[in-house]
């Protein structure tokens, strides 16, 4: 631990790390929580796979014709915007094609991905790195854009608050309420889909389903309200990036699988103790 | 049509993906009234609420609440939906659920006022839950649940209510206290309630409306063996529909 910490007053890349998982934190509390009481994570899931097409083609695009302004970071807030506007219109324009349309663009955002990554010249470790996060490798100019993308995700979150909470929480009657639901369930798909780039940052494309999802799961047996659930999965998140940061350094694992391992065992945790919490008082 | 009915629908029909749903509706709910809309399961009942709140829109005809399409006084209605769609383990207080009635009231962001509050705890007493503002939602009984609701309902501060199967999956008990509830109601709102069941309705109903593809009213008084059976089917005999011209009287 002290290994650790004395690592992170030195090196400024693992301040960078340790910023950008913090950063992407406080995203994932606030988002998460709308995600998983929506119940949308399969969503998430979608638009977290198709960011390898954008990552994938910006790549392509800076190497081959040298549009070197196109960092793969911004291809991936594009693709995941147009993922999450895409699959929004589709569940609400054709409900009973839903799970196939979500599922395709799952498949063909990767296969895009690993196309233009697979063609373009170089190195393409970088795959690798994608798939699953490259926490040590934040830039201080990605830091940058992390730090954009926070702010307005959270602006956002915060400021529609009531309206995002009664769209989640029984769309019809908002409609009746003369909330436009249409928009408000689009702009939190939108908010979802940047902050799924945040976290690819930090646990790759693959595992960012349970970053985003395992700390507003562990955060709602300690809260009655939605607010109160993201601001206890935010600090569960801060903690699992900042611990498996810790745990990974010294040994050399790999941060990002490190990072899930904790929070899914977190959460297991919590549900058994939990529920044996509950058995006990129903028998007392 | 005159603007002392709280709903009137001329010459409605209705089809869904090709279907015909309603065909030929006509309906007048004078303000003040509790009607209860009862038919069988696919009869169209929820298709009719929906038609009168403005979420489906007529293939011809046309419904008017207040005088009004049914989008620009939205406002004036208390809605309760069919709760089964709602996810009972979602992390909200009953103070949360019933302040969900204040949207849309007025260009707010983010912040609830004062007056919403107040507006609120009223509604929560009216439902007789006054105190129970900060207990979590996942935490109510099946009655408790749907008095929030019909407590969001009212913290729109409505002239109409309308209720779709508030009685579903209730102890008997229960249901009772509910409707009582609603009779108390009764004295200041106008409400519409769906149900599939007539046994307490018919104590507080003044007019009760059968969906079955299309729609006949019947004033309480005449609710009888036979017209239940021609509701529900199990046996076939012939049954007097009144039918009702625009200002009320029969035909």
Known sequence: ?284 | MATNFAIAIKNLSFSYDGRTVLEDVNLTIASGEFATVVGPNGGGKTTLIKLILGLFKPRSGQVQVFGKLPEAVRHRIGYLPQHLQLDPSFPVTVRDVVLMGRLGNKRSLGQEQHSDKRIAQMALQDVGLEGLDDHPFSSLSGGQLRRVLIARALCCEPDLLILDEPTVNLDPRAEKELYDTLGLLNERLTIVLVSHDLAYVTKFASQVVCVKGTVNVHPTSEVDSEVMSEIYGAEMRLVRHDRYRDNGEKM
């Open chain 1, 1 to 284: 631990m002290t290994e650790f910490l004395q690592a992170v007053a030195h090196y400024s890349f693992m301040q960078n790390a340790l910023l950008a998982g913090l950063l992407a934190s406080v995203a994932c509390g606030l988002v998460g929580s709308y995600v998983v009481a929506r119940r949308i994570s399969y969503l998430a899931g979608a638009i977290a796979h198709s960011v390898l097409g954008g990552i994938g083609l910006a790549d392509y695009l800076a190497v081959v014709y040298g549009w070197t302004f196109l960092k793969p970071l911004y291809g991936a807030v594009i693709a995941a915007l147009a993922a999450a506007i895409t699959i929004g219109l589709v569940t609400l324009r054709a409900r009973e094609r839903e799970d196939t349309v979500i599922g395709a663009i799952w498949a063909i955002g990767m296969a895009v991905g690993i196309f233009f990554i697979v063609k373009t010249p170089g190195y393409s470790e970088n795959l690798m790195s994608y798939l699953f996060g490259n926490i040590l490798l934040v830039s201080r100019q990605e830091l940058w854009l992390l730090v954009v993308l926070d702010i307005v995700v959270v602006v956002v979150g915060i400021l529609f608050y009531r309206q995002l909470l009664a769209v989640c929480f029984d769309e019809e009657f908002a409609r009746v309420r003369g909330v436009p639901v249409e928009f408000y369930y689009l702009l939190l798909l939108c908010l979802t889909a940047l902050t799924v780039v945040l976290l690819v940052t930090v646990v790759g494309i693959v595992m960012v389903i349970a970053l985003l999802t395992l700390p507003a799961a562990v955060a709602r047996y300690f809260s009655r309200t939605l607010w109160q659930s993201m601001i206890v999965a935010t600090i569960c998140s801060m903690i699992f990036t900042f611990a498996g940061l810790a745990i990974s350094y010294r040994p050399d694992l790999p941060a990002g699988a490190t990072i899930i391992i904790l929070a899914g065992a977190v959460y297991l945790l919590v549900t058994i103790g939990y529920s044996l919490w509950r058995r006990r008082h129903r028998v007392n």
